[in-house]
C-alpha cells in the first residue's frame, strides 16, 4: 500500500475538518427550520411540521450550498446576494415538497397560508444568513489563528537558524586562536619537556572530540560541556603551571540533563583569558551546576582581575544572551557580577523541570 506523504496527510485531514464543519452547519440549519416550523403550526400536527420543516431545511441548504459552489470565485458581495436568493429559492421548494409529502392539496392548501409561507422564507433567509455569518466568523478565527501560528513558527525558525549561526561564528572565534596556541605550546614542550607535551595533545584531542559532537546537535548535556571544559582547562593548566588551579563541581544527578552548546565555555575562557592569565599571581575558577525549584543553575567564579572597563567581554556575552532568549523564549538568564573578595561571577540560569 502506497504511504500518504505527510504534506498530503495535513490537505487531507484540513478538507475532511471543513466538510465535517459544513455538515455540522447544514444540520444546524435543518434543525432551526425544524424548530421555526413547529412553533408556527405549519399544519395540522407534529407530523406535518416536522416534514415540511426538513423539506425547507434541506432544500434551503442544498440551494445554498449549490450557489456558493457556482459563485465561489465572485466577489463577497455576489455570493451574499445568490446565497439569500437560494435560501428563499431553497424555503419556497421546501414548502411545496412538504406539503407534497404530507399529502396536502397543494392548490387549496398552500394559498390558504401565503401570509406564513412568507414569514417561513423570510425567517429561512434570516436564520440561513446569522448561521452562514457566524461560521463565516469562526473561519476566520480560526484561519487568523492559524495565520499566526504559522508566522510564529517562521519566526522562530529563523531566530533558531540566526543563533545556529551565531553559534558556528562563535566556534569560529573561539577555536583558531586557541589551536594555534595550543598547537605552539605542544612543538615547545615537545622540545623541552615531552611528557607534558603528550599530555596536552591528549587534553586538545579530548576537547575537540566533544566539541565537534555537540557543535553539530542543537542540545548537548551538563556532563559533555563539564568535559569539554575539563578538557580546555587541563591544557591551560600546563601553560599557567601553578598560577591557575580549578574546580568542578556537578552532581551526578544533573549531568544527563540536556543543555545549549557552547554556553559555559567562553565564560570560562573569557575567566581565563581576562581575568586569570594578565594577573602575575594567576588565580582560581570554580564552576559549578546546582537544580532550584524549576530551574538550573551554572556559576563560573574566578578569583582573578574582575570586570573592567576595556575588556573583550562584550561580543561574547551578547551572543550567549541573544541564545538564551531564543531557546528559553526570554526564561533564561545571564547574570554578571564581582566575585569575594575579587574576581568576577557569571551565572546562567535556565527553566528545569518543575522542581
Not at 599530555?199 to 556532563?223: F, P
Not at 556559576?299 to 561580543?315: K, M, N, P, Q, T
Not at 528559553?328 to 528545569?352: C, M, Q, W
Amino acid at each position: 500500500m502506497r504511504e500518504v506523504e505527510p504534506g498530503k496527510a495535513f490537505v487531507l485531514r484540513d478538507h475532511a475538518r471543513l466538510i465535517a464543519r459544513k455538515y455540522v452547519s447544514a444540520v444546524l440549519t435543518v434543525t432551526v427550520i425544524v424548530m421555526l416550523s413547529t412553533m408556527m403550526g405549519f399544519g395540522e400536527g407534529f407530523a406535518t411540521n416536522f416534514i415540511i420543516g426538513q423539506c425547507v431545511g434541506t432544500c434551503a441548504f442544498a440551494f445554498t450550498f449549490t450557489a456558493l459552489v457556482c459563485l465561489r470565485w465572485k466577489g463577497p458581495l455576489a455570493q451574499m446576494t445568490g446565497a439569500a436568493l437560494a435560501m428563499a429559492a431553497g424555503a419556497c421548494t421546501g414548502i411545496i415538497l412538504g406539503a407534497f409529502f404530507s399529502g396536502k392539496d397543494l392548490f387549496f392548501y398552500l394559498p390558504e397560508r401565503s401570509e406564513l409561507i412568507v414569514q417561513v422564507v423570510i425567517l429561512t433567509v434570516m436564520g440561513g444568513s446569522l448561521f452562514r455569518f457566524i461560521l463565516n466568523s469562526q473561519e476566520k478565527i480560526r484561519q487568523a489563528g492559524e495565520r499566526i501560528q504559522r508566522e510564529k513558527i517562521k519566526r522562530l525558525t529563523i531566530e533558531k537558524k540566526v543563533v545556529e549561526t551565531n553559534l558556528r561564528m562563535l566556534q569560529a572565534q573561539i577555536e583558531p586562536h586557541f589551536l594555534f596556541n595550543t598547537l605552539s605550546n605542544i612543538l615547545s614542550l615537545l622540545d623541552t619537556d615531552v611528557d607534558r607535551g603528550k599530555v596536552m595533545i591528549s587534553d586538545l584531542i579530548a576537547y575537540l572530540r566533544i566539541s565537534l559532537c555537540t557543535s553539530r546537535e542543537e542540545m548537548a548535556t551538563i556532563g559533555q560541556e563539564m568535559e569539554m571544559i575539563r578538557a580546555y582547562l587541563d591544557i591551560f593548566k600546563i601553560r599557567m603551571g601553578e598560577r591557575l588551579s580549578y574546580e568542578i563541581d556537578v552532581p551526578d544527578s544533573l549531568r544527563c540533563i540536556p543543555f545549549p552548546p557552547m554556553l559555559i565555555q567562553p565564560l570560562v575562557e573569557n575567566a581565563v583569558r581576562h581575568g586569570l592569565e594578565p594577573r602575575i599571581e594567576g588565580g582560581d575558577i570554580r564552576v559549578t551546576a546546582s537544580h532550584r525549584p524549576g530551574s538550573l543553575r551554572i556559576d563560573v567564579a574566578d578569583s582573578g582581575l574582575g570586570f573592567h572597563e576595556g575588556s573583550h567581554w562584550g561580543v561574547g556575552l551578547t551572543n550567549i544572551k541573544e541564545r538564551l532568549d531564543t531557546l528559553y523564549d526570554g526564561k533564561a538568564s545571564l547574570r554578571l557580577g564581582g566575585n569575594r573578595p575579587n574576581g568576577f561571577l557569571a551565572t546562567i540560569e535556565v527553566p528545569h523541570g518543575t522542581g
